[in-house]
């Protein structure tokens, strides 16, 4: 089955500066890899997704890029604020698991004021 | 916060008590799923149905038991089986291939 790894566990930046939470998979495939942002205790919420037909995606400041060779794909958050703290979850799916979420272990992002 | 709820918010279980989680969803997504977090954790999959009357063991399944018979709801039971049941429990839901809507979770903690 799937595999997701995710790096780093923990991630600490000063505000206004950039972060890059990087996840790789083993499926070749697996076709659609979202993001999901959860607040403590609260529920993981979507902050962006990307398919396989597509090399990144951009929404104000976060992208997403996606490497289909290497099996890899990476958050990036620019601008930081500490509002954006929060722990990060990649998670990668394809047509051969039935919509099943393979969930990285998640990244602690610490965004420093 | 329609779309997918869950309840109750918080739920305490007695040792060798089963208790039902329930999960209620308006989106006429025909997916949907269950997941265990731990503190600190990720997130485990337990059980998962594409359609009603049909579901799938997940990574986790072991204590657990569902149903799904009605499209909106797929309840979960956490049987007396399951030995270390205090965690996070959250239901999704989703169109095939499509993300995941997550309900606001359960808290269950056993006394």
């Known amino acids: 089955g799937e595999n997701v790894e995710q790096h780093p566990s923990t991630l600490s930046v000063q505000e206004g500066d950039s972060a890059v939470i990087k996840c790789t998979y083993s499926?070749?495939?697996?076709?659609?890899f979202p993001w999901y942002k959860q607040e403590l205790g609260k529920r993981p919420q979507l902050i962006i997704d990307?398919?396989?037909?597509?090399g990144e995606k951009k929404d104000q400041r976060i992208a997403v890029t996606l490497n289909k060779t290497a099996k890899h794909f990476s958050l990036h958050i620019t601008e930081t604020q500490p509002e954006d703290s929060a722990v990060y979850f990649c998670?990668?799916?394809?047509?051969?698991?039935?919509?099943?979420?393979?969930f990285g272990s998640g990244t602690k992002l610490n965004v420093k004021p | 916060d329609g779309g997918i709820t869950q309840s109750p918010k918080y739920l305490f279980r007695k040792e060798g008590q089963n208790v039902t989680l329930s999960c209620e969803q308006n989106?006429?997504?025909?997916?949907m799923y269950w997941y265990r977090q731990d503190p600190g954790q990720g997130l485990r999959l337990i059980y998962y149905?594409?359609?009603?009357?049909?579901?799938q063991k997940g990574d986790i399944a072991e204590g657990y038991s569902v149903s799904r018979e009605k499209k909106e709801s797929f309840p979960l039971t956490v049987t007396s089986a399951q030995k270390n049941p205090t965690a996070f429990y959250l239901c999704?839901?989703?169109?095939?291939?499509?993300?995941?809507?997550f309900g606001p979770g359960t808290r269950l903690t056993v006394l």
């Open positions: 999704a839901s989703s169109i095939r291939y499509n993300e995941q809507f």
């Open positions: 499926d070749s495939a697996s076709n659609y």
């Open positions: 990307i398919r396989s037909n597509v």
């Open positions: 998670a990668a799916s394809g047509p051969d698991n039935f919509n099943k979420f393979y």
């Open positions: 989106l006429n997504h025909d997916a």
């Open positions: 149905s594409q359609i009603v009357n049909d579901f």
